[in-house]
């Protein structure tokens, strides 16, 4: 079956402009996550979806961030007034539930912000 | 504070050679582990996890990684490494029962033909 599938795949903008990322996860996957990943970095964990909990957003580096997942199913990044630090690979993931599952990584959207 | 350190930015290994790529954890709970592999232009694959149960853990591609209580470890192996083993690994760590995952800064493996 299909993966995680995250677009655009690449994205450039200028600082202050609002972007938007899209995830696709798994279907039937209720858990999904978003990680940024920056040159040289790990993964940092931004936000946390589980079914129709709340989710756990402890990881959202500003108030500029937000998340939002329609349905349990499609998830959407938005980064308001972008900034240049902002740029990074942001990963979505997905697994069955939460737990010790193994999640399933898309393969990014790069954002560049000029 | 949870945290999961990769001391080797980079490990160079000769084709044919044992490999080896080492992860330490920090956790309040108990740990589940994990080591994911990232390719060229590609996202991250599972490799392998740690639950419970038998402290080696056998995964895809021929790696195995061995959990090490008292050492805080969960270093990856691998007996006899592949060119094609060359990408960037990552070993990840959840701090039951919390949701957050938390991740290394990763280490490049490259094979030397």
């Known amino acids: 079956g299909a993966g995680v599938s995250q677009s655009p795949s690449n994205k450039v903008t200028e600082k202050g402009k609002d972007v938007e990322l899209r995830c696709d996860p798994i279907s039937g996957h209720t858990a999904l996550y978003w990680y940024r990943q920056s040159l040289g970095q790990g993964l940092e964990f931004l936000i946390y979806?589980?079914?129709?909990?709340?989710?756990?957003k402890s990881g959202l580096p500003s108030d500029r961030f937000s998340a939002e997942r329609t349905g349990g199913s499609v998830s959407t990044l938005t980064i308001q007034r972008t900034q240049q630090e902002d740029s990074a690979v942001y990963l979505c993931?997905?697994?069955?539930?939460?737990?010790?599952?193994?999640?399933?990584f898309g393969p990014g959207t790069r954002l560049l912000v000029l | 504070a949870q945290s999961v350190a990769q001391p080797e930015d980079q490990v160079n290994v000769a084709e044919g050679n044992p490999l080896t790529v080492k992860c330490t954890y920090s956790v309040s709970g108990n740990p589940y582990l994990f080591w994911y592999v990232q390719y060229p232009n590609r996202g991250l694959q599972f490799l392998l996890k740690y639950i419970t149960g038998d402290n080696l853990v056998k995964g895809s591609y021929g790696f195995e990684a061995e959990f090490n209580k008292s050492q805080t470890s969960f270093h990856l192996k691998k007996p006899s490494a592949l060119v094609s083993d060359s990408a960037l690994y990552f070993c990840a760590v959840r701090d039951m029962p919390g949701n957050q995952f938390y991740f290394g800064t990763g280490t490049s493996l490259t094979v030397i033909p």
């Open positions: 993931a997905s697994s069955i539930t939460a737990g010790g599952e193994t999640q399933y």
């Open positions: 979806f589980q079914g129709n909990s709340a989710p756990d």
